[in-house]
């Protein structure tokens, strides 16, 4: 069955230091995507990322940066020099191809709340 | 603008009042879904629609209904809301061949049933 696993629940780090936020996740299917989404304290959701399973190319957007290994089943997070505006609640989520190449069945895992201190 | 769009923000009722919470697309998306966020049990899923009149239950469907009559609106309704049901709801579409695009979330309706 699909998972996916956030094993940090909260993470508080102090301006300008890097973080990494971790997730692992399970799938029997071998076409399938993984995205990470922001809620900032106001509550929205906003979308990151997206990869999907046949690219394993690093990516790097301004601070953010994604590491997706296959052969750990990880898609990390990190964010580089962080500000106090990235405080929020991250999620990894995962989505099978099976769901006709739409977003389908958006496997969530249970968040990680980062706290950037100035 | 594109958006997703629910209604109401939030909402206050008592057990067994029935109520149902709208949602708006205006991006002529053929996917919608409903998830409702759980403090410690992150984001799951109600019900989705892949296309009008096709609708189906996701991983938390008990004690909800929805429809799909028209493509831009998939209401979520409550016929008998419990205290369990205290819980901050999501509105969700895509497009279904859309695999470059994200799963657009409306703003959020924050229910809490006494």
């Known amino acids: 069955a699909q998972k996916v696993t956030q094993a940090q629940t909260e993470i508080s780090v102090v301006e300008k230091e890097d973080v990494t936020l971790d997730c692992v996740y399970e799938?029997?299917?071998?076409?399938?995507?993984l995205f990470w989404y922001k809620q900032p304290p106001s509550g929205e959701l906003v979308f990151l990322i997206r990869?999907?399973?046949?690219?394993?190319q690093n990516e790097i957007s301004g601070r953010y940066s994604w590491n997706f290994q296959k052969s750990t089943s990880s898609f990390n997070f990190t964010i580089t020099a962080s500000q106090v505006v990235d405080s929020a609640v991250y999620f990894c989520?995962?989505?099978?191809?099976?769901?006709?190449?739409?977003?389908?069945?958006?496997?969530f895992g249970k968040g990680t709340k980062l706290s950037v201190k100035p | 603008e594109a958006q997703v769009t629910q209604n109401p923000r939030y909402l206050i009722t008592v057990t067994g009042k029935k109520l149902t919470v709208t949602c708006s697309q205006n991006m002529n998306h053929e996917y919608m879904s409903w998830y409702r966020q759980d403090p410690g049990l992150g984001l799951r899923q109600i019900y989705y629609s892949m296309n009008v009149e096709v609708t189906d239950k996701g991983d938390v469907p008990e004690g909800y209904k929805v429809s799909r009559k028209e493509k831009r609106n998939f209401p979520l309704i409550l016929e008998s809301p419990s205290p369990n049901q205290t819980s901050l709801y999501f509105c969700?579409?895509?497009?279904?061949?859309?695999?470059?695009?994200?799963?657009?979330f409306g703003n959020g309706t924050r229910l809490t049933v006494t």
């Open positions: 799938t029997r299917d071998t076409t399938y995507y």
């Open positions: 990869r999907n399973s046949f690219d394993e």
């Open positions: 969700a579409s895509s497009p279904q061949q859309g695999v470059n695009s994200p799963l657009h």
């Open positions: 989520a995962l989505s099978e191809a099976r769901y006709g190449g739409s977003q389908g069945n958006l496997i």
